[in-house]
């Protein structure tokens, strides 16, 4: 399969491109190479290369800096993914576009599905959800809702995001404070990877999936996990989202389900074993 990668310089990008190479032909994209905000360039690189299928890792993640920069979240996160459908439609390619557990609001006592209602809280979530709604556009559209994404690519750009910053905390023996009342299902970018290749592979249903570790934890869970599986003895301070003051309102309960995918045969690992593994990767550097 020839694949165009948008993105491929990213976390999320160098990862799909890892589990791409062995038995498909991928052409990686960079911001350098592709700016996905021109209309004008995404037409004309991407019919260039003439793709069976289209990935687009490309995306503005500052979720605080999106509520003074709303122009900039929504051009990347949705109009260039018009853009980006436009394209799939025009040469009848597949399009895979990820998006988020922020398109809801977090109220949720029980892991959401796919056909629970959005409710996004702030313009970071509300360029998200528009940016599945122009993905909807592609004749093949698969949305894959990814959360609180981490692990990288050996000589990819440095780790980001706070799995990352958590581990750099308890390597240094700082005082590390996470969040005791926020539940997520984090998401390891190689199990992400793994499961867009299986779903291209399968030409499985079109639609938005949940795409995230199984089971779930609060960050302080996560961070006592890395702890354990580093060998340290962490200096931990929970603290409440209603204490941090943040920009922008995160969901406080975004459990996501894996169900759908499971049905397809796609089993996503749990957590712990995708902390393990990132531990692991990490020793062998």
Partial sequence: MRVALVGAEGQLGAAVARELRPAHEVIELTHSMLDVTSDEAVREVLTRAKPEAIVNCAAFNDVDGAEDRPAEALNVNAFAV???????????????HYSTDF???????RPYEETDPPNPR?????????GEWFAADAPRAY???VESLFGSVNGARPAKGSVASILKSLQAGSETRVFEDRTISPTYVFDAAAATRRLLEQSAPAGIYHCVNSGSCTWLELARELARRLGVAPRLVPIRMADAKLRAQRPMYCVLSNAKLAALGITMPSWQDAVGRYVSALALR
Wanted: aromatic share 6%.
């Fill in 122 to 130: 702030g313009a970071y979530a509300a360029s998200k959800l528009m």
């Fill in 143 to 145: 949305v894959l809702r």
């Fill in 103 to 109: 398109v809801f609001d977090g109220t949720a006592s």
């Fill in 82 to 96: 018009r853009a980006l459908a436009r394209v799939a439609a025009a040469c009848g390619c597949a399009l895979v």
